[in-house]
């Protein structure tokens, strides 16, 4: 049997109803005076009927309206790039389409892809836009944002990806700019092909003009990454150059070469605070920067950055800590390492000095994290009313929720059973696991029945004996109504052992469909969360082609009184994309740690797997701050954090006191910065002036003309150079590169282009697959749920018309029968 849903009756002008009470009263004054209570009551009816007609009454339906003609708009990337694919892609795709629906025709060429902005420019709500492209976009607005403008305007993007057919090698160099006087140095040299196939070249890489490495390699993959190291023995203006040469399959030359300027300074001035200077903390410091060893602040102004190793706040007077805000508030760095003295154990908590911290040194109670299970409907229902893409598209887009880096997470598919999609809770600090859950997700298949209580069922195993926040989110069209009982029994049982639960419901094509509505025309899916929660808060309804908003606060739970430090505890990167973490690559354990909770404003960018901050930094005032809360790693058997500093874990060192540094370079003279760039794009100068006030000149390689700069503050300046010559540059002294045109770096198909187009809505192709199956997809797209009003104002009147008449049809039935009752007296 199905279930019709109740469609609640709303007014245009409902304040014109309050004329029925004066109406009312007025009837029973006339009743209590003994006026015929019949025709009273007839009369306040009709009456009552007119106002409500008066008060403009009507109802909300759901109108299902399709185009069978949906109108395309195909953008060809037919840049340079695009040489490696196959000619003509695009147009094929055009005349496919142009003969069977309105579809016009977007061409993108020469050396600059402006995907992202082609899609803004033709994202108009009415049509759809197909893009023929290698997804390399390397102009203009990001490919990301403009896909989620066009995702706001309710414009779906699909994507056809062309066959590659020719392979080609490109090269960098990657590493920092500003390196320091005799210190080794590492940089990485990324060689990339378009293709999956097994490549040999020779590498050549040159330290001004002295080879420093060369080889024969060997790569299969899509990337590799060659290491190299070197001392710059030399101040000032310095460049790297890597040259790759093919062996073979390699279409342009012009990426197989790149240079790289590097400015060398003078080792920057820190100060280090240490109870003991042979930690390998301070080894590393003191290879890498000129330090002072001290405990006394009188003479920081001339220093970068300060260290504080282990200091009790016993050793601070309040002198000195006003002297370090002082210090960092003017621009200057900050880094607090841990240890047995520090932070909870060095009486930080609620002091003075720990206003300048990006903590507090009050213990975080750890108790297993985040642990959230997706349950996905995947039944017969959600393909037949347009609900699955959206369904799975919202799963990716939680799965992809920075929020949720240090959570485990589990999907469970429900249909005709409840199907285990991740092998049980999933750690999605990992990029591999993220990557894997989101595959699997879109090779979900549809099954046939809705069974929310078999996906529940499971979950309820997972999350048994689980601790921390225990969170389940379903994401359904709503059509539970089969199990709903047994689902809610569930349900009940998990909420009482503390699981909170979500419920996204997805608007199907067709809303009425059998089992979304009960007998009193609610909706299951809310009554669902409303009966678990007692609220609606966890409850989103939206439309097809939308993402919930799911906020999800910190699960830090407090109080705890004492560190954990029985370990080994894994280390990872949290934040990935901070100058402190990227391109370290972080793999090692440390066996203790402060435990401490990161303020509001704080980012946390290396925790240990159970969720504890190992480095934390914000800025105070114009300055930064590091807490590292692990230790220098001295001694044999308490030490915590000795592998931290040896291998590719002692960049995390420099990193973290470069990044409170700020600017290694000393404040005098003209202070030039800009990096390097690529042909035909523009370069970003800032300068900032230090000697004496006035616009600085620039020149670029001795030309006569100066660079055109303009004021952006005090002795600081701004401005830009567009280069089309592949060289090394000379900006005053100041070295630049300027590299191949940014059309050839990324070479071959993009691999994260997939994910971008399902993840807001879309659909990949292949060229064959788009002419077969895009315009059915595009008319399915086109088909849309609109609510409209209908008027019932006349039947209103007709009702009231109809009640008059038929009243004074029984009034005269009843005199002709009084009538003729007379007469046969």
């Known amino acids: 049997m199905v279930s019709l849903p109740f469609i609640p009756l709303s007014f245009e002008h409902p304040e014109i109803i309050l004329l029925i009470v004066p109406l009312i009263i007025a009837a029973l004054y006339l009743i209590h005076k003994g006026t015929n209570t019949r025709i009273i009551e007839s009369r306040v009816i009709i009456i009552s009927l007119l106002i409500l007609a008066l008060a403009s009454p009507y109802i909300t339906v759901s109108e299902t309206r399709t185009d069978e003609n949906p109108n395309l708009v195909v953008i060809s990337d037919e840049t340079s790039s695009m040489q490696l694919f196959e000619d003509g892609t695009g147009e094929r795709i055009y005349e496919s389409m142009a003969s069977k629906t309105p579809t016009s025709m977007v061409r993108l060429t020469g050396e600059k892809t402006n995907l992202g902005d082609a899609i803004i420019q033709n994202s108009g709500g009415d049509n759809q836009i197909v893009i023929v492209t290698d997804g390399n976009n390397n102009h203009g607005e990001s490919l990301e944002s403009a896909l989620e403008f066009a995702d706001n305007t309710g414009t779906n993007v699909y994507a056809v990806q062309p066959e590659l057919e020719t392979n080609d090698l490109s090269v960098q160099i990657k590493g920092d700019k500003t390196v320091v006087l005799n210190n080794e140095n590492q940089f990485e040299i990324v060689v990339s092909q378009a293709m999956d196939k097994k490549i040999k070249y020779d590498l050549e890489v040159y330290a001004n003009e002295t080879l420093i490495r060369s080889g024969t390699f060997t790569q299969s993959g899509r990337e590799k990454t060659i290491d190299v190291k070197y001392t710059f023995e030399s101040l000032g203006a310095n460049h790297l150059r890597a040259v790759i040469t093919p062996q073979s399959g390699d279409i342009d030359s012009v990426n197989n070469r790149f240079y790289k300027s590097v400015y060398v300074i003078s080792k920057p001035n820190i100060q280090l605070t240490a109870n003991n200077i042979d930690s390998p903390l301070s080894r590393i410091l003191y290879d890498l920067y000129d330090v002072t060893a001290s405990s006394n602040f009188s003479n920081i102004e001339n220093k970068k950055a300060v260290i504080l190793d282990n200091q009790h706040i016993n050793t601070l007077s309040q002198n000195e800590v006003e002297k370090l805000k002082n210090y960092v508030t003017d621009g200057n760095g900050l880094v607090v390492v841990g240890g047995d003295q520090s932070y909870s154990f060095g009486g930080y908590l609620n002091s003075s000095f720990e206003e300048l911290l990006p903590v507090t040194s009050k213990p975080t109670k750890w108790t297993g994290g985040r642990n959230i299970v997706l349950v996905l409907d995947v039944s017969q229902s959600t393909a037949a009313h347009g609900t699955q893409s959206n369904i799975l598209g919202n799963a990716v887009n939680l799965i992809q929720n920075e929020n949720l880096r240090d959570a485990n997470l589990g999907v469970i598919a429900f249909g005709t059973e409840g199907e285990d999609v991740s092998n049980g809770l999933v750690y999605l600090g990992i990029p591999s696991n993220r990557e894997r859950l989101e595959n699997k997700i879109r090779n979900l298949k549809t099954e046939t029945d809705t069974s929310l209580n078999l996906g529940l069922s499971v979950s309820q195993e997972w999350l048994q004996g689980e601790t921390g926040k225990l969170e389940v989110i379903v994401i359904s069209d709503g059509a539970i109504g089969s199990s709903y009982q047994k689902s809610l029994d569930i349900a009940n049982d998990m909420k009482k052992k503390g699981v909170n639960f979500y419920f996204v419901n997805i608007e199907p094509s067709d809303p009425s469909i059998e089992g979304r509505y009960d007998n009193r025309g609610d909706l299951y899916a809310k009554r669902f969360i409303t009966e678990i929660e007692g609220t609606t808060d966890t409850y989103f309804q939206i439309q097809r082609d939308q993402r919930a908003n799911l906020v999800f606060e910190d699960s830090d739970i407090p109080d705890d009184e004492d560190i954990s430090d029985s370990g080994p ?112 794009t523009p370069v970003e100068l800032s300068l900032t002036r230090y000697d004496e006030r006035g616009l600085p000149s620039l020149q670029l390689d001795d030309r006569d003309e100066n660079i055109e700069l303009s004021v952006t503050g005090e002795n600081t300046y701004e401005g830009s150079i567009t280069v089309d010559k592949i060289s090394m540059h000379d900006i005053s002294g100041y070295p630049v590169a300027v590299n191949y045109a940014l059309e050839y770096r990324d070479v071959g198909f993009n691999e994260n282009l997939p994910t971008l187009i399902k993840t807001h809505g879309g659909k990949m192709y292949k060229e064959q697959e788009a002419r077969a199956l895009l315009l059915d997809d595009a008319k399915e797209s086109a088909t849309k749920t609109v609510q409209t009003p209908f008027d019932l104002k006349m039947y209103f009147i007709l009702t009231a018309l109809g009640l008059f008449l038929l009243e004074i049809v029984l009034r005269r039935v009843r005199e002709i029968r009084e009538y003729k009752n007379t007469e046969n007296e």
Request: charge should be positive; aromatic fraction near 10%; proline fraction near 4%.
């Open 569 to 680: 505890f894994p280390v990872i990167e949290y934040n990935s994309n901070h100058f402190i973490t990227r391109d370290i690559n972080i793999t090692g354990n440390v066996s203790g740690y402060n435990d401490i909770t990161p303020k509001a404003g704080a980012q946390r960018l290396v925790i240990t797997t159970n969720g504890k901050p190992i480095v934390t930094s914000w800025r105070f005032g114009l300055g930064r701050v590091v807490s590292y809360t692990t230790d220098n790693g001295y001694g044999s058997g308490n030490r915590w954090a000795s592998q931290m500093y040896s291998g590719n874990n002692s960049k995390l060192t420099s990193k973290m006191v470069n990044w409170a540094i700020g600017n290694p370079r000393a404040e005098e003279g003209i202070v030039l910065n800009a990096p390097d760039g690529w042909s035909g």
